[in-house]
């Protein structure tokens, strides 16, 4: 069993940086590639970066490519997710996810647990 609790969201001006961190519980956590996914208001919940369960491989959306990058710290269980050059439609709900396995995917439906999301809006 694997539990994520989100944090770091909240309100940023366009062009501003937030980090997101993803605590996770569970001795498998550094058997597990992790996500970070976004749903706005409306929107389908859509993939955002991925890392491997070593932290060796990544992977972005086109959309958030060369702003946000995903690292992870297993000696803490802890993923994050660093937001730089913000825009107004990153404004989203962010949920961490877990999967079993190494690899890093992209498909939400291969990630089996999921955390409560944390609230990130970019306005000025």
């Known amino acids: 069993q694997v539990q994520l609790v989100e944090s770091g969201g909240g309100l940023v001006q366009p062009g501003g940086s937030l980090r997101l961190s993803c605590a996770a519980s569970?001795?498998?956590?550094?058997?597990?590639?992790m996500g970070w996914f976004r749903q706005a208001p409306g929107l389908e919940r859509q993939f955002v970066a991925g890392?491997?369960?070593?932290?060796?491989?990544?992977y972005y959306a086109d959309s958030v490519k060369g702003r946000f990058t995903i690292s992870r710290d297993n000696a803490k269980n802890t993923v994050y997710l660093q937001m730089n050059s913000l825009k107004p439609e990153d404004t989203a709900v962010y949920y961490c996810?877990?999967?079993?396995?190494?690899?890093?995917?992209?498909?939400?439906?291969?990630?089996?647990?999921w955390g409560q999301g944390t609230q990130v809006t970019v306005s000025s």
């Open positions: 996810a877990a999967r079993f396995g190494s690899m890093v995917v992209a498909g939400s439906q291969l990630y089996g647990y």
């Open positions: 569970g001795r498998s956590f550094v058997n597990n590639a």
């Open positions: 890392i491997s369960s070593s932290g060796g491989s990544t």
